[in-house]
């Protein structure tokens, strides 16, 4: 039988959190979700609440916390553009401090720790597609630096504490990740194109739609951060887990469309400041050290996300930032 390990999740209350929490206690792990349910509800987790290899812990990351456990997934912060620069200066602070804070707990306690950084990394990349050596073109000073310069110092302080500490990390960047239980006000253009879709709002299209974006299925992800974690003491990353399939927004308002049989129109609102005009993953490392690669098509991830997005009654979801409409 596999070791039982007790492992701690970051923002386990949260849309991916939430899905690596009930994969770790299916697997038979002690599961300790550390949230400050700033853009989750425990709704996403109140199925876990009775397991007893489950407990739920009300905390904020950038405040010290003491837990002796084996493994932490560090997945604590806003993600999603809206919700990220809702409190820029609380964004970074949850990237910094709770990187600190997460490494020194690992350190303490001799436990591995794997980082959620991400994609915004390569910022708005001129190299395409973006392999781990890309160091990115971030734009320090934007509405999306509070994110992407939180997310690279937290990397630079997982290496330092690696190198300095020994302690034993994973980087995984993160592409763009859609599936079950996206908050559905978060502003991001999967949750917000199904949404207008099946209300029977107009699609609300950034720029022109020509800019790409690789979309990941959830469990594709979790299995590759799952691997990472698990993988060998000597690969630390960083590596990227996404789907190497590159849409443009365009593409995903149509097909969006198509698959719910909306009769809605697309409209076109202005470009925001520093988004991206491409993004795709070289996936060639995830592929070499883990045998990862995503499984799940975009066409049929989207057809169960949308049945997700049916089966929910979005008065229950209060939009908890503004977004951009
Ligand atoms: P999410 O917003 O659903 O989850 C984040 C969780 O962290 C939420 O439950 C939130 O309440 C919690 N949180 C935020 N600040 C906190 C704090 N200070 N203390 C404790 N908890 C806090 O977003 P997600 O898509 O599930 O993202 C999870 C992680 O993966 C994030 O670190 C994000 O940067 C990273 N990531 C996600 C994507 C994606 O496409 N989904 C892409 C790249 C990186
Ligand atoms: N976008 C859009 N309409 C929306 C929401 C987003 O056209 O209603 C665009 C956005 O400008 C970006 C892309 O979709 O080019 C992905 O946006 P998202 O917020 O999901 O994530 P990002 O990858 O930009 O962090």
Redesign the pocket.
């Known amino acids: 039988m596999a070791e039982i390990k007790r492992i701690l999740v970051t923002g386990g209350a949260g849309f991916l959190g939430s899905h690596l929490c009930e994969r770790l206690v299916d697997a038979g792990h002690d599961v300790i979700c550390l949230d400050n349910f700033f853009t989750s509800q425990k709704t996403n987790v109140s199925h876990l609440l009775d397991h007893p290899n489950f407990e739920l812990i009300r905390h904020d990351v950038t405040l010290p916390i003491f837990l002796e456990v084996d493994e932490i997934y560090n997945m604590a912060c806003p993600a999603?553009?809206g919700h990220y620069q809702y409190n820029p200066i609380k964004t970074i602070k949850t990237s910094v401090m709770g990187a600190i804070n997460m490494l020194g707990m690992a350190k303490r306690c001799g436990a591995k720790v794997l980082q959620a950084s991400t994609s915004?990394i390569y910022g708005n990349p001129d190299v395409h597609p973006q392999p781990e050596t890309y160091h990115g073109n971030v734009n320090p000073l934007g509405p999306r630096a509070c994110y992407d310069e939180g997310k690279r110092a937290a990397e630079t302080l997982f290496m330092d504490y690696h190198r300095m500490n020994k302690v034993n990390i994973r980087i995984v960047r993160i592409f763009?990740t859609y599936g079950p239980r996206m908050h559905p006000y978060d502003?991001?253009?999967?949750s917000?194109?199904i949404r207008q879709a099946l209300t029977g709002q107009d699609i609300?299209?950034?720029?022109d739609?020509s800019?790409t974006?690789s979309f990941c299925y959830r469990d594709d992800l979790v299995e590759g951060i799952v691997r990472m974690m698990d993988g060998p003491d000597d690969f630390v990353g960083p590596v990227n887990i996404g789907n190497p399939g590159e849409f443009t927004?365009r593409e995903l308002a149509e097909l969006v469309i198509e698959l719910t049989g909306a009769k809605v129109n697309i409209i076109h609102k202005p470009?925001?400041a520093d988004?991206?005009a491409r993004?795709r993953p070289d996936i060639r490392l995830a592929q070499e050290k883990l045998g990862w690669q995503p499984k799940v098509p975009l066409r049929e991830g989207l057809k169960k996300t949308i049945e997700w997005f049916r089966s929910i009654d979005l008065s229950h979801y209060r939009p908890p930032t503004p977004n951009?409409e």
């Open positions: 999603a553009p915004e763009n502003g991001r253009v999967v917000n194109f609300t299209i950034f720029g739609g800019q974006r927004i470009l925001p988004d991206p993004r951009f």
